[in-house]
């Protein structure tokens, strides 16, 4: 009963002597010291109210700029601290108007999210499907051209490009949202141009259409950035079109064709956008090429112009890579 009565006694003592202040940001901490480095003795929430020593309140306006931290105290009555920006004194007088009003600072400590939420809220909702659409460069891990009769005095090989487009589904097992099936389908372009002997002029388009299962495993996630490999084995079909020419006008343009099996593996960086339905992701894609005979759909017209001994596009096995750029969205 005493210890009850001593401490209505200390709270009718300390607002005799005292004033009033606002908590202004969202959390802040009363410390036994005047420095933020010293303990923190009791976490304040924004809107909450304590007394702080009279001699803040004895002038007519709010001179406290030059003080980072006001003196108050805490529940068993010893000397503590906050800091002058987390706290608004009342006044209750003229003087409120005459105050800049520290609202309007950021507050850092306030790690609630802004309403109205995003549309995406939370950031690992259980998306059921996944789609991925990219374009790339292409680095083949081997030049490849048509046996020509005549001798190769230069070579261009051009840059080449990738078009690929996924499609997943989320594995029914998986409870983390990481885990995809799916396929996916690309589209790769290389042309080059040669010049041969006895003034010959060849150019060459080497194209593949791939299409294959697929799987993603989102195996590192933080904050709004992932790491994402993607493994597929795709049915390639490589349609290879060469036209030679001569100074004298003759000219033929013909294909060559194959099917291949080979895997794939890509190793993506994906960033989430909060603000929009689309990510953004960037990586490294490597293909294994198995060695192939690409034969011709046609036969030749002019016999002088092609190897008819080894009339074929020989491919050996390859790793060829690609660099990626695309987007991603989960619905």
Same mark, same amino acid.
């Given at each position: ?24 940001? $969202? ?26 020593? &009279? ?5 007519? !306006? ?21 800091? !002058? ?7 209750? &007088? ?15 400590? &306030?790690? !609630? ?13 259980? +998306? ?5 659409? *990219? ?6 891990? *081997?030049?490849?051209?048509?046996? $020509? ?44 141009? $040669? ?30 950035? $992932? ?24 000219? +033929? ?39 192939? *005979? ?16 080894? &009339? ?16 991603? *969205?989960?619905?």
């Amino acid at each position: 009963m005493k210890s009850v009565l001593f401490l209505i006694l200390n709270i009718l003592c300390l607002k005799a002597i005292s004033g009033e202040g606002i908590i202004l940001k $969202y959390n802040t901490f009363l410390y036994n010291r005047a420095d933020q480095s010293s303990k923190k003795v009791k976490l304040l929430r924004k809107g909450q109210k304590i007394f702080l020593h &009279d001699k803040y309140f004895h002038h007519k !306006r709010n001179d406290l700029s030059n003080l980072e931290f006001l003196e108050t105290v805490d529940q068993n009555g010893n000397n503590v601290f906050i800091k !002058r920006n987390d706290i608004k004194l009342i006044y209750n &007088d003229s003087r409120e108007e005459e105050i800049a009003n520290n609202e309007s600072l950021i507050d850092n400590s &306030d790690y !609630r999210s802004p309403e109205p939420l995003s549309p995406r809220f939370p950031f690992y909702l259980q +998306e059921n499907y996944r789609g991925m659409f *990219n374009l790339g460069y292409y680095s083949n891990g *081997n030049i490849t051209k048509y046996n $020509y009769l005549q001798n190769t005095i230069k070579e261009n090989i051009g840059l080449g490009g990738t078009v690929e487009f996924s499609v997943f589904k989320r594995a029914n097992w998986d409870t983390e949202n990481r885990f995809f099936i799916g396929g996916t389908f690309s589209f790769t372009s290389i042309p080059s141009r $040669y010049q041969l002997s006895s003034n010959f002029l060849s150019t060459e388009l080497n194209t593949t259409f791939q299409f294959g299962p697929s799987v993603s495993y989102d195996f590192f996630r933080k904050n709004h950035h $992932y790491f994402t490999v993607i493994g597929t084995l795709a049915l390639n079909y490589h349609k290879y079109f060469v036209n030679i020419e001569n100074l004298a006008g003759a000219f +033929e343009e013909r294909k060559f064709s194959s099917f291949t099996i080979s895997p794939t593996i890509s190793f993506l960086w994906q960033k989430m956008v909060t603000t929009s339905e689309f990510n953004f992701f960037t990586g490294i894609k490597t293909q294994l090429t198995p060695s192939h *005979n690409l034969t011709p759909s046609n036969p030749p017209v002019s016999f002088n112009l092609w190897n008819s001994s080894n &009339d074929n596009v020989q491919v050996k096995t390859s790793l060829a890579w690609s660099i990626v750029i695309g987007i991603s *969205n989960h619905f």
